[in-house]
């Protein structure tokens, strides 16, 4: 397509990607600004992320850049870097076969690749891409674009279509079932039928995919601003419950307080996201896997008669555990997560100086937060005791003491200190 035909210009890239491609083209490379950037730009999208390939292999890459490292081992990057700004730069790749002489490329029994550094041509490259409005190269020299597999049709009838059989590329690398969720509802096109009922049925294959690279796509779908789409869209093609395996009988009524929870908590960190306000991911793991642990807290106490707040620390490790054999969630994330359940219990305890300590605690925000989200859902006293702590917050301190005394010892969630009462005992 000449630059006629299209409105996308060298000055819709960042200029640091037009520097990337200046210095590679300088050094008789050919080298193009690909895949999501010029998908957006074409969409009427600000493109914020930019990639470049090229015919320079990694280390040649590497040699024309002080600021660049390679990364990857199924198929190696280049990372160059401009203060907190990273252009991923590949090298074109090329077809691959199991009896290949270099050995650089290899598959698992599933049909997965697991190595792939095989570099070819532009249109190998080309065709090695997933989705057809990914093999869009812009040319910086002329500003034309290389349409290799009619993306522009694609995005003109917003459909997700995929270069190649459909199962085949999914087989290959199954993160592309993601990535199709991920961009149907980013850039509000279809999955046809054909592709919905091919991912239903090799969802359970992301199972292979390593914890930590799961980490990262989910929070690329989940806090994308979009999350609400996003679960009922992974829902529907039966993604998420492989990803939160936990979840699997949880889910199957939508108006049960399970599926409601995780629904409200997405509202909550969508509006929070589009309102450029803070969030953790440990909150959305807290919410997802709240009530699998609440459950397994309750078995072990019915099991093995031992305390419940024993029962819940063991519960909290053992679905965290769980949890990170599928999705790696990070300590700095999965500590916060255990924290914000403990506290649970904690916010029910409000005589003498315990509601203060608590506000103090570095996790009582989200720990509140949490404690509205349940009550929004399971209503009767967990809405009160949230209400309660809403306008402890919001009083005064002769307020929050006569909020206090008014509790008494024979309310539902404040109480006597226990020491005072021993000491009566003792006494008498």
Not at 47 to 55: H, L, N, Q, R, S
Not at 142 to 166: K, P, Q, V, W
Request: hydrophobic fraction near 35%; charge should be positive; aromatic fraction near 8%.
């Amino acid at each position: 397509m000449p630059r006629s035909d299209h409105p996308m210009r060298l000055s819709d890239l960042s200029p640091n990607t037009q520097k990337v491609l200046k210095t590679l083209i300088e050094n008789d490379y050919h080298a193009y600004a690909v895949g999501g950037c010029v998908r957006d730009r074409l969409l009427g999208l600000n493109p914020k992320d930019f990639d470049v390939v090229t015919d320079a292999t990694p280390e040649q890459i590497k040699a024309c850049f002080r600021n660049c490292r390679l990364i990857g081992r199924r198929f190696r990057l280049a990372h160059i870097t401009y203060g907190r700004e990273l252009i991923e730069v590949a090298t074109f790749r090329g077809h691959h076969s199991q009896d290949s002489k270099e050995g650089h490329a290899k598959q698992n029994t599933d049909g997965q690749l697991i190595r792939d550094n095989i570099f070819g041509s532009i249109e190998e490259d080309a065709a090695r891409r997933d989705f057809s409005f990914n093999a869009m190269y812009f040319d910086a020299r002329n500003e034309n674009i290389l349409d290799f597999a009619d993306g522009m049709h694609a995005i003109s009838h917003r459909r997700i279509e995929m270069i190649g059989d459909i199962k085949t590329r999914f087989k290959e690398d199954p993160v592309r079932m993601l990535r199709a969720a991920r961009f149907s509802v980013k850039l509000n096109m279809l999955i046809d039928d054909e592709m919905t009922h091919i991912i239903q049925e090799h969802a359970h294959l992301l199972s292979n995919i390593p914890p930590a690279r799961l980490f990262e796509e989910v929070s690329k779908l989940m806090l994308s601003g979009r999350g609400v789409k996003t679960f009922l869209s992974l829902h529907s093609l039966g993604i998420f419950t492989v990803l939160f395996p936990a979840l699997k009988h949880f889910l199957s009524d939508t108006k049960g307080k399970e599926y409601q929870l995780i629904v409200n908590m997405l509202k909550n960190t969508d509006e929070r996201i589009n309102n450029e306000m803070r969030i953790t991911p440990a909150f959305l793991y807290a919410s997802m896997l709240w009530y699998p642990m609440e459950e397994r807290a309750q078995q072990l106490v019915f099991d093995t008669q031992i305390s419940p707040h024993d029962a819940h620390n063991i519960a909290s490790a053992e679905v965290i555990q769980r949890q990170v054999q599928r999705i790696m969630i990070p300590k700095r994330f999965s500590i916060p997560v255990r924290e914000i359940w403990s506290l649970q219990k904690r916010l029910t305890k409000r005589y003498g100086k315990r509601p203060y300590q608590l506000m103090s605690h570095p996790r009582f925000r989200a720990a509140y937060d949490f404690l509205l989200l349940r009550g929004d859902v399971e209503g009767g006293e967990l809405h009160e005791l949230g209400q309660w702590w809403t306008q402890f917050q919001e009083a005064d301190g002769d307020q929050r003491a006569q909020m206090i005394n008014a509790l008494g010892s024979g309310g539902k969630h404040g109480r006597q200190n226990p020491r005072r009462r021993r000491s009566k005992a003792k006494r008498t």
